[in-house]
T-cell receptor, first 115, second 109 residues
Framework: DVKVTQSSRYLVKRTGEKVFLECVQD?????MFWYRQDPGLGLRLIYF???????EKGDIPEGYSVSREKKERFSLILESASTNQTSMYLC??????????????FGPGTRLLVL | GQNIDQPTEMTATEGAIVQINCTYQ??????LFWYQQHAGEAPTFLSY????GLEEKGRFSSFLSRSKGYSYLLLKELQMKDSASYLC??????????FGRGTSLIVHP
């Protein structure tokens, strides 16, 4: 079974703090993604990576950065947390290739509260 | 850009059939996914359509019409545990899936 794990289920941070969200997958997937999910807005893509050290901006990258130093690990960084970054953060991974094997596998999510 | 539309909320009775629609406009098309997400949990894969027609998987079926930019997820013999959000995601020309806002399905006795 594919397993995607995230470092924390719940996190409380203060405005201005630097926040690291870690994601690890154990299936040797090339692609990794970070989403945020907010009520009424659905899943929105922040960043994705299709290879080690490669990253691409998604739909809402402002205020975030990412790091992919190893294939299995994809980190999301909030350089200076703000209250509007309070959200559920979901990490996902998938194989590369135009087939149904490219279905995304999601981690359990990190619910971040910024005070 | 991509635009994906699905109803916000639906209710249905245990044992009944429900159809959740998804319409989309994309630049290019490389498949449509349906995911199920229970409250507080991660989305899990339900189905994938890339060709027109119906894909059946037990109580769940998914239909695609590429010419109409339309898909539906059909759930039969509804059970209380089917109460969840159902997410439609379309993979366009970039091969990166874009998600709709999700449909919250409430199944009542």
């Amino acid at each position: 079974d594919v397993k995607v794990t995230q470092s924390s289920r719940y996190l409380v941070k203060r405005t201005g703090e630097k926040v690291f969200l870690e994601c690890v997958q154990d299936m040797d997937h090339e692609n990794m993604f970070w989403y945020r999910q907010d009520p009424g807005l659905g899943l929105r893509l922040i960043y994705f990576s299709y290879d080690v050290k490669m990253k691409e901006k998604g739909d809402i990258p402002e205020g975030y950065s990412v790091s992919r130093e190893k294939k299995e690990r994809f980190s999301l960084i909030l350089e200076s947390a703000s209250t509007n970054q309070t959200s559920m953060y979901l990490c996902a991974s998938s194989l590369q290739g135009p087939s149904n094997q490219e279905t995304q596998y999601f981690g359990p999510g990190t619910r971040l509260l910024v005070l | 850009g991509q635009n994906i539309d699905q109803p916000t909320e639906m209710t249905a009775t245990e044992g009944a059939i429900v159809q959740i629609n998804c319409t989309y406009q994309t630049s290019g098309f490389n498949g449509l996914f349906w995911y199920q997400q229970h409250a507080g949990e991660a989305p899990t894969f339900l189905s994938y359509n890339v060709l027109d027609g119906l894909e059946e998987k037990g109580r769940f079926s998914s239909f695609l019409s590429r010419s109409k930019g339309y898909s539906y997820l059909l759930l039969k013999e509804l059970q209380m545990k089917d109460s969840a959000s159902y997410l439609c995601a379309v993979r366009g020309g970039s091969y990166i899936p874009t998600f709709g806002r999700g449909t919250s399905l409430i199944v009542h006795p």
